[in-house]
């Protein structure tokens, strides 16, 4: 009875390992930033070709592992005859290199092709993928270009239109609309950024002084996190972005009240908070439509409050947060280029009045 | 023979591990509190009322870490220095990578005009540049005319140069008192 615990538990203590796998690879399936479930049409193509080497590559494993068990059973089971046979005949047995030396040379020869063809096959299928995932959706024309550029630790975003009085720069934040195309177009303005969406597109480095550009088109609506891939300084883990699609009639919603400038101040205290920002250090680095600040080192805030997170998917977009990052951003994120601000708590009670009015 | 071969090497490779000891590194201050008391006591001229007394020497914590000067390089591009003083070559305002000092090479000088501003287009920043970034930019503006230490001014730039990166200027004798170059043209 003991003895078959024991077994048993040495049993369950070898499947850990495995069990652990599994949970790991079941943690892969869905979520919000995962090529693994792919939302558009380049990461449906990367998606396929990483099914494909998956599933090849497997059976190749499980193939191998049988041949390896296979040869292992029967080279004891020849020592085992050789051994009886030594005894036997008291004389060193030569192996006549006849039918059985041919059988193995073919199956070498038959395992070296079957490895050169498969290898052949991914060559080709990920040439066609990579074809796939850089090709034009449609004309620059046709497309919505939007111009990404990265900086130390965050993403600046700007809608191109033919139109100048169209155009409008937001941060950290890129609204799409479902199964149109999209030109990305990258910049880096201080070191290498890498931009990636891995549910819409495979990665694109950013390099400063060199242009650089994707196509996405998400099919599926959602919000789709990005994060820079490219070890970029201190806050490289801290530099997210979220990707959002949504239908067309919400999407253009979405961008006429970007183009809006900012709400003017409705009450006293945000008028006062308005104040704050135009003669605190903010507006040395803030643009804010509308008003004096028109400086572009750091996140237009012109609707600031419309975004989600703040400090580059860093915080939530809450008051609480937003004050300790105006007063003490060092201390969420180490060397990041706001410093801290000593603003007086009616001061920064107004400045927060008029920040989360910024709609 | 090969006991003390192995003493040898055994004390060399402990002796290694030790100096490795001393690599420490430059702390980076991010919000800007470096030790040191800084001096604002400014003397604009060397004319002055009653005795001659010796010009105050203030000293720049800042002036001696890589990291601050590095950062005042970034700030004099993002609050747009370089807009009048190009990157030390001078435009609208003047240089200063020469060894003119028309209001003074101390850095509580330097502090002082970039606080409070100066005549004929220098705009006053305080309030809006905090106080640790100024003193971080006046290190970076003393770095240009080579007044700090070589092996913690920045070594390269990534724009059009004008002369040597701050590294490998040398070092200006600085000037006593220039004088704005309005003033010079006056016979």
Redesign the interface.
Known sequence: MRERLKSLRRRSLRLLPLAALCCLLSDCGGGAQSPLSPAGLEAESINRLWWLMFYVCSAVFVLVIAAMLLAVLHARRVRERTAAELTATDKPLLKPAGAQEQRMRAVVIGALAVTVVILFVFLIASFLTGRAVTAPLTSEQNALTIEVTGHQWWWEVRYVDADASRMFTTANEIHIPVGMPVLVKLRSSDVIHSFWVPNLQGKKDLI?GKPAQVWLRADKAGAYRGQCAEFCGMQHAKMAFVVIAEPFEQFDAWRKSQQRTSNAPATAMQQRGQQVFL???C???HTIRGTQAGAA?APDLTHLASRNTIAAGTLPNRRDELASWIL?S?SIK??N?M???NLSAEDLQALLDYLESLK | MRDTLKIIVTSLLVASLVTLLSCKRETRDFRGNPAGVRSNTVSQSVLQPGSNTPPVKTKNPDEENAYALSEGKRLFDWYNCSGCHAHGGGGMGPPLMDAKWIYGDDPANIYATVAEGRPNGMPSFRQKIPDAQIWQLVGYVRSLSGQVRSDVAPARDDHMRSGEAPAETTPEKPQKSGLPKSAERVP
Request: proline share 31%.
């Open positions: 400063p003669s605190a250090p507006i040395m680095c080192v003490d060092q180490p060397g280029h410093p801290p601000n």
